[in-house]
């Protein structure tokens, strides 16, 4: 069984049917996702951790995600990064470029509505150090579809890694166009600023943004979602 | 057939290896290279290998719906013509800091300046190639 298996859709539960119907979600926490996920910071961030642990950090988790997305994806998960995570562990070449090896992912468990409602409120209870993520630093203003979308494209390059709509894009990040669903404004915008502060060995770089560029840049894939789910 | 250089140290031990029945040195040089290239090639399949590829080729598992296509680090004329100084700063600032395209990000912000002169050292061993500016 590949150990990087639960990795492959961001998140990883080896839950089996209606673990919480009790409700108690920090127990099927501690005992069905640690495994692969680290709940609490961790104490090394060194580039040795990144390559060996199996999923995506948690520790943050309600600071990250929305909590009715969270609910639904646990019962019916799919992948969110194209390359699953560690991007670099599901490569192989292809005829013109590298592919993605899919025989390297398998999905994500699927957790019971109980047990997905309970975990999902457990997470959301994981808000991580207070600092991380900047509260209220996302000003929520409406932005130019055509403006957010030059900047990500031509003015940055974000499309290099992200797909801003499905089958068009990179591969190694996180599809961009579900994120408004997935995720909190503020996460988006401190993540964006500096992804090394989450992960001071994470393969996405720092861009070095000034205050409206990251306004208008979250703004744009907040709208993205939203754009593309008409 | 394509070949692998992912681990490029490797097949040269490998190379190394087979020579070795008549002739030891390559294989402790191809092992030297191995541990002196080790860190810097762990780099790069970390943060270059999402547009330059496994094949270290600029065929990245991004690079097909780029508008300007990764650099080819196995490419020894191409490489070749790159001086010292600017492979360093265009991993640390970014393409647009030697005026080369924005999607090659700067990557100061990850890596230091020891780990980024090691890459830069790891793409000549990746290229075969000095600079010849």
Known sequence: MNRYLLAALGLGFAAGPALAADGNGAGLLQSQCISCHAITKPESTSLDRLWERKGPDLYYAGSKFNKPWLEKWLQNPVRIRPAGEFYTRHLKAGDKEDVVDESSLTPHPKLSQADAEAAAAALMALVGPADLVSKGAFKGEKVSMAMGGMFFGKLRGCGACHMAKPGFGGSSGAELYTAGERLQGDYIYSYIKNPQRFDPRIWMPTLNLAEPDLQRLTGYILQLSATEAK | ?133
Not at chain 2, 47 to 64: K, L, P, T
């Open chain 2, 1 to 133: 057939m394509m070949m692998n250089n992912r681990q490029p140290a490797s097949l040269f031990s490998v190379a190394g290896l087979a020579l070795a029945s008549c002739l030891m040195l390559p294989s402790a040089n191809a092992a030297a290279a191995d541990e002196q290239y080790a860190k810097a090639a762990r780099n790069y399949d970390t943060y270059c290998v999402q547009c330059h590829g496994i094949n270290r080729n600029g065929r990245g598992i991004n690079s097909r719906d780029m508008s300007v296509q990764p650099r080819d680090h196995s490419d020894a004329k191409g490489m070749g013509s790159i001086p010292d100084e600017e492979i360093f700063q265009v991993i640390k600032e970014g393409g647009l800091s030697v005026n080369k395209s924005v999607l090659m990000p700067a990557w100061g912000n990850v890596m230091s300046d020891e780990e980024i002169r090691e890459l830069a050292a790891y793409l000549r061993h990746v290229c075969n190639c000095g600079s010849s500016k």
